[in-house]
């Protein structure tokens, strides 16, 4: 895979766009400006992993991780595994050119309808046509696929006989952003096929999964955007004439701690940095006199999210991830998740949850005797052929992925000048008492022991911990419910604004502007949306893009980092 990112001391002063992060949100606004001629300048905090070069060893894993708490702070700010350990709740988010999309699954699902009739929505979502053509938008880019072999894999047929046996919700294959065929994508890049390895959650060395580091960010690089790693925003201010000043600071020194700082200046600023970032910089934005919506930080929501597991189940799974090049031969994983269990409630849409058999990557295999076996730091030492955990008993360990609702009411504030998440109730949320039953008698019914938290031991604690932050910039009507309208632009706080007015030029576009739990997994929504989003930005400002394939030019193969080819400089 080519590099897309230049070195800092190329970014120009001024922009006509500064897009801020590169996860789903960035990605989508990074590829509609550029392909409407504007000069885009991407800032993203992570660093570039081109397909070869993500976590394949635990030592590589652990140097990609990051860990941050109220008194601690352990690994690079650039870590690609980015945990932030807070007091009634940790949060994983991913780091890097490319944002979650890097270390997730990839199942992409539209939520129930009755989510988006919740009128926590400004009326205009659901009624203006444009959030189908995001959808459409979105599923043309990351092209959710249903693996055609998903019922054959060993984890899709534990999940359906424990479910048949329990008599609850329909096993179905789930749609994930991953190509099962050799293909050339919409961005112009040939993708191999899924080698079925089962390490999504590491990171794809493979170049299968449909990443935004691999669709909508070189697509953006094709039509002129640049793109800087490195770059941590910290604010935004108004300057003189109207325009956006965008403050960052350079994560590219030697010791990784931030080096210098740097300014650059923008017409139009699209944060996209998710959920804990975008409301960190209005955060930070307002301490610095930004006037914005009291709303600001409230509403955050887990997703009603959350990974379990079984552990001594009668059967085999193989729902360790071999990795690509594979550890063992001849093992077919399948991708994180084939498939899923749909429990729907059809009372209330909050009751609904959704099940998933998940891998764990191949990366974190030694940690496993560790986690699950008394004295397990012992037989970890024993067992370090890797090889160990793809027989006995890891053969037969369940993971799952659980997504319901929540109430959404948890609050992001500024601790030390960073977000911290403050949820006292979350533990007694409604929804953990629901999942844990269901899981508990799926696992039960495939004869294993069920395992909420394997770290609950440590300083993890009994915490819930979520994959899924969403909210803390919600769309409301105006500012009194909302940070941002449905367009995702910023309200105006203060005396002499109305209480719809916006910032202009400044926009949010990720998952913080959820304004509730999903009830799915949120990619193909946050995209949706972000799509949405911009063709108002178009309609409103008169712009010209279209959204179709990269036609013309040679595909460009994915390839190991010993070829990287760079595109964007
Ligand atoms: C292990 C795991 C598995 C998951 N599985 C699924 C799944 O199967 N399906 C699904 O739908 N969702 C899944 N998710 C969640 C999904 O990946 C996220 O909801 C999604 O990536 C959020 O998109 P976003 O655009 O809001 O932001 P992100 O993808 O989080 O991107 C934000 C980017 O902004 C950058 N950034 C943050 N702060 C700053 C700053 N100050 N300056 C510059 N850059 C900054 C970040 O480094 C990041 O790259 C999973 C997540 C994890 C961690
Ligand atoms: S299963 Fe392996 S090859 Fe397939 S998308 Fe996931 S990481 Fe890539």
Redesign the pocket.
């Known amino acids: 895979m080519m590099r897309l990112a230049r070195s800092l001391d190329r970014l120009r002063p001024r922009y006509d766009v500064v897009v801020?992060?590169?996860?789903?949100?960035?990605g989508v606004a990074a590829s509609r400006l550029a392909r409407a001629a504007k000069r885009v300048a991407v800032?993203?905090?992570?660093r570039e992993f081109v397909t070869g070069e993500l976590p394949s060893r635990f030592p590589a894993l652990r140097e990609q991780l990051q860990v941050t708490g109220r008194r601690l702070r352990m690994g690079a700010p650039t870590g690609l595994y980015d945990v932030r350990l807070g007091d009634d709740m940790h949060v994983?988010?991913?780091?890097?050119l490319?944002?979650?999309?890097l270390?997730?699954?990839?199942?992409?699902l539209r939520p129930d309808p009755r989510v988006f009739a919740d009128p926590v929505w400004p009326r205009q979502v659901g009624h203006d046509g444009l959030l189908d053509v995001g959808y459409g938008r979105a599923a043309r880019w990351l092209r959710p696929a249903r693996d055609p072999a998903a019922a054959d894999r060993a984890k899709y047929q534990a999940l359906a006989r424990s479910g048949e046996r329990l008599g609850r919700g329909q096993m179905v294959a789930a749609p994930v952003a991953v190509s099962f065929e050799d293909t050339v994508n919409p961005a112009g890049i040939a993708q191999p096929a899924c080698t079925r390895c089962g390490d999504c959650?590491g990171g794809c060395n493979a170049g299968a999964k449909n990443t935004v580091a691999l669709t909508y960010l070189p697509d953006a690089v094709r039509h002129g955007a640049e793109v800087f790693t490195h770059?941590?925003?910290?604010r935004v201010t108004r300057c003189a004439g109207g325009r956006w000043e965008v403050h960052?600071e350079r994560l590219d020194g030697q010791s990784g701690a931030p080096c210098a700082e740097m300014r650059v200046s923008a017409d139009i600023v699209v944060l996209?940095?998710?959920?804990l970032?975008s409301t960190?910089?209005l955060l930070r934005s307002r301490e610095a006199g930004l006037a914005v919506s009291d709303r600001l930080g409230h509403g955050f929501s887990a997703n009603g999210d959350i990974i379990a597991f079984g552990y001594g189940g009668r059967t085999r799974v193989n729902a360790i991830g071999v990795g690509h090049p594979p550890r063992i031969e001849s093992l077919d994983v399948g991708a994180c998740?084939s498939g899923q269990i749909e429990i729907v409630d059809e009372q209330e849409v909050a009751g609904s949850l959704t099940i998933q058999e998940g891998v764990l990557p191949s990366a974190l295999a030694p940690l496993l005797p560790v986690l699950f076996i008394p004295n397990g730091r012992l037989l970890g030492a024993l067992q370090s052929l890797v090889s160990g955990v793809y027989k006995g008993p890891f053969a037969n360990l369940q993971t799952f992925f659980a997504v319901s609702h929540d109430s959404a009411s948890g609050r992001l504030v500024l601790e030390d000048s960073r977000v911290a998440l403050a949820w006292p109730g979350a533990q007694d949320e409604p929804v953990y008492r629901r999942l844990d039953e269901a899981l508990a008698a799926l696992v039960k019914a495939a004869g294993g022991r069920y395992v909420k938290n394997p770290l609950a031991g440590t300083m993890m604690g009994r915490q819930p911990a979520t994959?899924?932050p969403l909210g803390g910039c919600g769309m409301g009507r105006d500012r009194g419910e909302g940070v941002v309208n449905h367009k995702g632009q910023l309200f105006a706080g203060g005396a002499d604004a109305g209480s719809a007015d916006v910032h202009r030029g400044l926009y949010v576009m990720?998952?913080?502007i959820m304004p509730r739990s999903l009830g799915v997994?949120?990619?193909?929504t946050?995209t949706a949306l972000a799509e949405r989003a911009m063709l108002h930005m178009a309609r409103d400002l008169g712009l010209s893009f279209d959204d179709a394939p990269m036609r013309g030019a040679a595909p460009v193969p994915v390839t190991t980092p010993g070829a990287v080819a760079s595109m964007g400089v």
């Open positions: 801020v992060g590169s996860g789903y949100g960035g800032l993203e905090r992570g994983l988010v991913g780091c890097g490319g944002g979650g999309s270390i997730n699954a990839g199942v992409a959650c770059a941590r925003v910290s960052l996209a940095a998710g959920t970032g960190e910089i998740v994959a899924h990720d998952g913080s997994n949120p990619l193909l946050i």
